[in-house]
C-alpha cells in the first residue's frame, strides 16, 4: 500500500510541475498549440500578452481542474504520512519523515493562497521539492520509534510544530522568489528582444507572481502565524516535558536552534512593525532563520541518522 502511496504522490507532483513548466515554455506551449508571443506580435494570444507585460497575469486564477489534482496530490501525500509515520500505535519518525511533511503542509498552505492569489510563479518551486522530500523516506528508512507518540498532548504538540514548519517552508519559497523579483526589478530586467530564451522564460516566470508589495504582505502574514504556533511549540515542550517526552526538560541542540529561530523571526516581525523593515535585507533574514529552524530537528536528525547511524 505504501509503495503505491508513494509512486500515485510523486507522480501527481511531477505531473503538476511538468504542467506550470510546459504552460510557460514557449517551446512546449507552441507545440501543444498555445501561441506564445510579445504585444503586438501577429499570432499572440491574450494569454500570450498577459504573460510578457510585467503583472499582466497576476489576475488568472488557476482552473478548477489544477485544484481538484492538487487537492488529491495532497490527500494522497496526508495519508502517506499517516501510515508511514504512525504504524499501529507507535510513531516512526525522522529527518526525512519531517521533511516531507513540511512541505505537504507547505502544499497545502499554497493551495489555499492559490485561492485568493495568483501564485502559478511559486508553483514551479513548490512542486518539484515537494515530490522529492515525498520520496527521501525511501532512501532514509532510518527513522526514531517514539513510544509516546498516542499521548493526546504529544500529538497536538506534534501538529502544532509541523504546522509551524509548512508555514515558514512557505514563506521561504515566498522570500526566495521576491529576492529572484526585486533583483530583476533593479538592473536586471533587460529588453525583450535582446534576451536570451533562458532569460525570457525566467522574466515570464517571475511575471506570474502578485505585485511585490502583495507577496510582502503574505510573507509576513505567513511569518507571523508561524512565529505564534513555534512560539506554543517551545512553550509547550519546556512546560509539559514530561508529559510530552517522559523526561524532565533538558537543553540540546534542537532545543538550542529552535530558540534562536524563534528569536529570529521575533526580530524580523519587531524590525517589521517599529522600523518598517523590507526589501532585500528582510528576505535575506527570512531565509537565514527558515535555516537555522530546519537545523533545529532536520539537521540534527540528519546527523544523528545519516552521519552517525543511529535510531536516537
Known sequence: MAIVLYALTALLYCGLAFHGWAT???????????TVGHPGRPGATATAVLMSQPGGARGEGQP?????????ALVSHGILL???????DRMVFGFAFALSAMLWLGVGIYWIESFFFSLAGLGLIVFPVAMLASLIPLAFPGAQILGYAARPLFKLHFIIANVAYGLFTLAAFHAFLMLLAERRLHGFNRPLAGEPASGQWLGRWLDLLPPLLTLEKLLFRLIAAGFVLLTLTIASGFLFSEQLFARAFRVD???????ISWAM???????????GWRGR??????IASFGILLLAY???????EVVLHRLS
Not at 265 to 275: E, N, V, Y
Request: aromatic letters at 14%.
Open 24 to 34: 510557460r515554455n514557449p517551446r512546449l506551449a507552441a507545440a501543444s498549440g498555445a
Open 82 to 88: 499517516h501510515e508511514t509515520i504512525f504504524p499501529a
Open 64 to 72: 478548477a481542474w489544477w485544484h481538484a489534482v492538487v487537492l488529491g
Open 281 to 286: 535585507t528582510a528576505l535575506r533574514w527570512v
Open 265 to 275: 523571526f521575533g526580530g524580523i516581525l519587531i524590525g517589521r512593525h517599529f522600523r
Open 298 to 304: 532536520v539537521g540534527s536528525r540528519f546527523v544523528i
Open 253 to 259: 541542540h534542537k532545543t538550542v536552534f529552535a530558540i
